[in-house]
């Protein structure tokens, strides 16, 4: 079998870049070793019910006069009407530093400017020269490492406002320890703070569904359950793929979107990059009874929270660290179609390492998936009231459940450290696009394969 594109993953990068591409050219493969697509961002049946993964809230809100926006953007790149999503803004979300300090935070960034300016009077006008830099830098220009914490400390001079306002960023979109890249910050704050977030109408296999149609509809190609073990090259050039059933198929042009060191090991060069720490995380996602209200918090889609003295987003010493995470309410968006299910959802860093260890034993793994739902539970009820007894469902991910659905190497989200913002990894034909090309959540993944076809396929075409 010959295609002139295969993409390798049928998660939100792949997805999209294969429907931009079908959109000028209907042949091409998109190859999803599982049987169902979607990847970090897909879902599950449990309790008779659909369960999302990888769904908190969507960030890069946008109304539609917006025109420049990059929801906007993506949407017009991919054909697709602001109308098929159905979208919904955040009611409203909090930075809780326990004992310490809050900021309210929404789609209107007034918001949050006026919280600072509030509760940290000192640092009001250093919080406005910042935004200017934040307003004005280009993040996708090449650049070395700048550490973005010491950049901000250095005009807000407040080490607690400064950790309040990377906690939530490196939640959704940091790969590495304790710090973020200046250009990966102005990204995310530009994604979280000054966009907003939202969520579609629907569930995720809606929006799954609806992008699979698209592609479809223009003559695109799909082949789930069909892992790549091998992608056959001469070192400059990408001539096909060997699938594990033994399959081989030939293409003109390969995007990968399973990840920088994941696509070496298929090209038989692992760069030793997967030595770099790696960021693992637990989530437990609580469902509710349907009459359950929360006492407290409970109009808040996300709260992030740090319950230590000091903020430290790194890989934990244990299997997995509550001090800090993210509680999320999915059903807190406005006006959305009534469910009959409510949850609470806690995340929190975790070891890949410690979890791996106790991988062969399986009433170990059990125990200690059970113990971090217990764990999670009563920071979270410090902060919404007590809701255990309302719980009718709960369960739990690790960092083994992320590698073993994704292919993620150490289960990582955010991917490698290192990442690869051209989507060059040194063939003439073969790009890389998706999480390790350093756009990160799902309009970020979905732009990443959007851009990468627009840039470096299209044109050779
Ligand atoms: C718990 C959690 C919460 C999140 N919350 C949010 C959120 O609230 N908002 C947000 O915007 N983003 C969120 N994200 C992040 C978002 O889901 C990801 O950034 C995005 O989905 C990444 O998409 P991707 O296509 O780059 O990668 P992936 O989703 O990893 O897709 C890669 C695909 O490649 C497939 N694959 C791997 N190896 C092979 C192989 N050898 N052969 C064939 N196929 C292969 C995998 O099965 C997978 O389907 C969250 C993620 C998680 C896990």
């Not at 990204?187 to 698209?214: N, V």
């Not at 042009?253 to 090209?267: A, D, N, V």
Request: include cysteine.
């Amino acid at each position: 079998m010959h295609t002139p594109l295969l993409i390798i993953g049928g998660g939100l990068s792949g997805l999209a870049a294969a429907l931009r591409f079908a959109r000028f050219i209907p042949d091409v493969l998109l190859l999803e070793q599982h049987s169902r697509i979607g990847g970090l961002n897909s879902y599950y049946y449990r309790n008779n019910r659909l369960f999302e993964t990888g769904l908190h809230a969507i960030t890069n809100y946008a109304a539609a006069k917006e025109k420049n926006a990059p929801l906007n953007r993506l949407l017009r790149q991919l054909k697709i009407k602001r109308k098929e999503l159905d979208l919904h803004q955040q009611n409203q979300s909090e930075i809780r530093f326990i004992d310490q300090q809050s900021l309210l935070f929404s789609n209107d960034f007034s918001l949050l400017e006026s919280e600072i300016a509030d509760k940290f009077p000192a640092s009001s006008s250093g919080f406005r020269t910042l935004l200017d830099l934040i307003n004005s830098y280009d993040p996708f220009k090449p650049q070395s490492f700048i550490s973005a914490r010491e950049l901000i400390q250095q005009h807000l001079k407040d080490s607690l406002l400064t950790d309040m306002l990377l906690c939530p960023l490196m939640y959704y979109g940091s790969s590495i320890e304790n710090d973020m890249d200046l250009g990966q910050f102005v990204i995310m704050f530009r994604a979280i703070f000054q966009e907003g977030m939202f969520r579609p109408g629907g569930t995720i296999k809606d929006l799954l569904d609806l992008l699979l149609s698209h592609y479809k509809k223009h003559g695109g190609q799909i082949k789930t359950r069909a892992a790549v073990s091998r992608i056959l090259h001469d070192g400059k050039k990408a001539h096909g793929v060997l699938l594990a059933s033994g399959e081989e198929i030939s293409c003109d042009y390969m995007l990968s979107t399973i990840g920088s060191e994941e696509t070496f090991t298929l090209l038989g060069k692992p760069s030793g990059m997967e030595q770099l720490p790696r960021l693992g995380f637990v989530e437990t996602i609580f469902e509710l009874s349907p009459e359950t209200i929360l006492p407290q918090g409970h109009d808040r889609t996300i709260i992030f929270y740090n319950a230590a003295e000091t903020f430290s987003y790194q890989q934990p010493d244990e299997l997995f660290d509550v001090k800090s995470g993210v509680i999320c309410m999915p059903q807190n968006f406005q006006n959305l179609p009534s469910s009959p299910f409510k949850e609470v959802r806690t995340t929190h860093l975790a070891s890949y390492r410690l979890w791996k260890e106790l991988e062969r034993d399986s009433d170990s793994y059990r125990i200690a998936k059970e113990n971090t739902a217990r764990s999670s539970l009563p920071l979270a009820e410090k902060i919404l009231g007590n809701f255990a007894q309302n719980i009718v469902y709960r369960d739990t991910f690790t960092p083994l459940t992320i590698e073993r659905f994704t292919g993620k190497m150490n289960g990582a989200i955010y991917g490698n450290p290192v990442k690869i913002k051209d989507g060059d990894i040194g063939y003439d034909n073969l790009f890389l696009a998706g999480t390790d090309q350093g756009f990160l959540g799902i309009i970020g993944s979905m732009l990443s394969g959007v851009s990468i076809i627009n840039q470096h396929i299209l044109p050779r075409l």
